[in-house]
């Protein structure tokens, strides 16, 4: 499974969560191929989801207070459904400050939230990146998650 980490940034800046997103990267790498990919914007992310299709459509998620939220244990059932499908690839998407289009939103197979705080991009990458790796660990049946 292909698993992008992509990201909508107006400007390029220090990313003092960069180093930390980059482990959490590295520990999902024995279980899933993962980078992370930045975008100026909407249109540009939208071209490389089209592109980067293999023998299954990519799936396309987007982050939005207006998501689902879900546990880290059904989170990592909703990755594990979507890995033993076949699915090859999934775009978890970060969006602009001002949030994400009405198409934009039409366009994603899945909306999820990370809570219905307001979190900065570069947090919400963090906490997205160390999901995944946690997903990854209950799934394996790693101690990492201890389930509290």
């Known amino acids: ?29 024995p279980y899933a191929t993962i980078e992370s990919v930045p975008f100026r914007e909407e249109e540009t992310l939208f071209a490389f989801v ?6 299954t459509p990519g799936w396309l998620v987007l982050l939005d207070s207006r998501g ?5 244990e059904d989170f990592a059932k909703w990755l594990a459904t979507r890995r033993d499908s076949g699915l090859q690839s999934i775009v978890f998407a970060v969006g602009p400050a001002s949030g994400w289009s009405g198409q934009a939103l039409r366009n994603a197979q899945t909306t999820l939230s990370l809570g219905k705080m307001t979190l900065p991009h570069e947090l919400a990458r963090l906490v997205l990146a160390e999901q995944l790796y946690r ?11 201890i389930g509290h």
């Open 50 to 55: 089209s592109r980067s299709r293999a023998r």
């Open 68 to 72: 689902s939220e879900l546990s880290s």
């Open 1 to 29: 499974m292909n698993l992008t980490l992509a990201f909508i940034a107006h400007r390029s800046r220090s990313d003092l969560f960069d180093p930390a997103i980059q482990n959490y990267l590295k520990r999902v790498a």
């Open 135 to 145: 997903a990854f660990t209950i799934l394996a049946g790693h101690p990492y998650h």
